[in-house]
């Protein structure tokens, strides 16, 4: 798609690398990442962020996911929930505590990232 001219913007690529990462498409996910930053395009867009974010954690890379979530211009309850919930897939149970601990505002769904640690602990 994307050497056929086809100007993809951060919504296509956002839904592209969300793909990646249901369909367990490392490679192709890494590809799209690396064609942003080469870009230079998009590369601290929010909306992109948080599927890179979820892309690098389904894979067990949280320090790429972390080093994602760093270069983020803004933070909010999603994104840092996707960081707790990666940290939680890496069996980093004390980051994810401290990362829930550090947000400003919680919700039902980091709450549950969270609760899930406990089953991690008692695994």
Request: include cysteine; proline fraction near 2%.
């Amino acid at each position: 798609m994307m050497n056929s001219g086809l100007e993809l913007d951060e919504v296509m690529l956002a839904s592209i690398v969300s793909a990646c990462a249901s369909l367990c498409a490392l490679k192709e996910g890494l590809q799209i990442h690396a064609r942003v930053i080469k870009n230079n395009k998009f590369s601290d867009d929010i909306v992109l962020g948080n599927p890179l974010v979820d892309m690098y954690s389904k894979f067990n890379s949280v320090s790429e996911a972390r080093q994602v979530f760093d270069q983020m211009p803004v933070r909010n309850v999603v994104y840092e929930t996707s960081m707790v919930s990666g940290y939680t897939r890496a069996t980093s149970i004390k980051a994810a505590r401290f990362m829930f601990w550090k947000m400003k505002q919680r919700n039902v769904v980091s709450w549950n990232a969270l609760g899930y640690t406990q089953n991690k602990e008692n695994d």
